[in-house]
C-alpha cells in the first residue's frame, strides 16, 4: 500500500512520519517543497513532481498535513499554502487513482479561547475568527465538494493544541521554566478556564488504524483530542508535581484577573494563554477509544519521552 504525506518536516509531521516507516504493510512517499540542488532520497519527492504526474505509482491514501501555523495572512502565504495547496492536490488525485483523503484541519474552525464555558462538537456551527481559521475552513469545503464530484472517501481530523516531545510553542517556553524551578503566575481553577490539548502521539495510533482500515476513512468530520479538558494551570501544575520542580505556582486571585481583563490588550494576551476553548470527542472515543488517553497521562508520556 502506497501512502503520501505531506508535512513531514514539522513538530507532528516528522513524528507521524517516523510512526508510518515503522509500519511493514505499507510504502512511504514523502511530498515537500524541493530546495536546490536537495538530494531526496527514493520515497522523497517534490510537489511539483507529485503536480505534473512523475510518480510512477498508484497512491493508496494521501495524508495532508502541510500548512502555514500562524493566525493573520501575511503576503497571501495563508490563502496559497492552505487552500490553493489543497486544490491543486486534490485536484492531481485522480492522476494517481487515489480515493482516499485524510486532511489536518484546526477546531479553531469553532472560534478562539474565550472566558465563556461552551464545548464545541462536529455539529457546531463554524465561526472562525483568524485568516488561518477561514482558510482551513475553505479547506474542508474544497474536500467535501470533491469527494462528491469525484467519488473519494475523506476523513477530516480538527486538532485543537497539540503538544508533545519537540513542540515549539508558548507552553513549551512555559514548561522550561518550570523544569528550571522558575516561578510562575496562573489564574484560579475556579475560573474553569479549560482547554481541550492532544498528545502527539495519539495522531500517531488514530492514523495507523486508518491506514491497516481503509473502511474508517468514511467522509466523517472528527474532533481529535485528549480526554478530560483541563486548565492551563492545571497542566503547569500537574507537569510541576510530575518532575517534582520547584517552581513556585502564584494563583492569580479571581479580582486581579477579572481587573487585568478590563484592559483590552491584557485581557486579549491573558484569554489567548488562558482562555477557555473545550471540544467534544465523543466521535474519536468510540471509533478509537483505546487510543485516546487523557491530558493527564500525556503529561506523564511527554515527561518520559523527554528523559529518553
Not at 500500500?1 to 505531506?6: E, K, S, W
Not at 495572512?73 to 495563508?78: G, H, S, T
Not at 456551527?125 to 483568524?130: F, I
Amino acid at each position: 500500500m502506497n501512502v503520501a504525506l505531506t508535512g513531514s518536516n514539522g513538530f507532528i509531521g516528522s513524528q507521524l512520519k517516523s510512526h508510518l516507516e515503522s509500519i511493514k504493510e505499507i510504502n512511504l512517499i514523502l511530498l515537500q517543497r524541493k530546495k536546490n540542488n536537495e538530494i531526496f532520497a527514493d520515497y522523497h519527492f517534490s510537489y511539483e513532481d507529485f503536480f505534473d504526474s512523475k510518480l510512477d505509482k498508484k497512491i493508496d491514501i494521501f495524508i495532508h498535513l502541510a500548512s502555514p501555523n500562524f493566525d493573520n495572512e501575511k503576503d497571501n502565504i495563508l490563502e496559497e499554502g492552505i487552500v490553493h495547496l489543497t486544490k491543486r492536490i486534490l485536484d492531481t488525485l485522480p492522476n494517481y487513482n487515489c480515493s482516499n483523503f485524510i486532511y489536518f484541519s484546526s477546531c479553531k474552525i469553532y472560534g478562539e479561547s474565550s472566558l465563556c464555558k461552551k464545548t464545541f462538537d462536529e455539529n457546531s456551527e463554524p465561526s472562525p475568527e483568524s485568516d488561518y481559521s477561514r482558510a482551513k475552513l475553505k479547506a474542508e469545503d474544497l474536500i467535501n465538494s470533491f469527494s462528491i464530484s469525484h467519488k473519494i472517501n475523506f476523513l477530516i481530523y480538527r486538532l485543537p493544541f497539540v503538544y508533545g516531545v519537540g513542540m515549539k510553542s508558548n507552553l513549551s517556553n512555559i514548561l522550561k521554566a518550570v523544569d528550571k524551578s522558575l516561578p510562575l503566575l496562573v489564574p484560579n481553577d475556579n475560573l474553569h478556564l479549560r482547554k481541550s490539548f492532544l498528545y502527539a502521539e495519539s495522531i500517531n495510533k488514530v492514523i495507523r488504524n486508518n491506514i491497516l482500515n481503509l473502511s474508517s476513512i468514511n467522509n466523517e468530520i472528527i474532533n481529535l483530542c485528549d480526554e478530560d479538558p483541563i486548565s492551563i494551570g492545571g497542566f503547569i501544575k500537574y507537569y510541576r508535581e510530575t518532575i517534582n520542580s520547584k517552581s513556585f505556582i502564584w494563583v492569580i486571585p479571581n479580582t486581579i484577573f477579572n481587573f487585568l481583563c478590563i484592559i483590552p490588550y491584557i485581557k486579549t494576551v491573558l484569554i489567548k494563554i488562558y482562555g477557555s476553548f473545550e471540544i467534544d470527542n465523543k466521535k474519536i472515543k468510540i471509533i478509537a477509544n483505546k487510543d485516546i488517553i487523557s491530558t493527564r497521562e500525556g503529561i506523564i508520556r511527554l515527561i518520559k519521552n523527554k528523559n529518553l
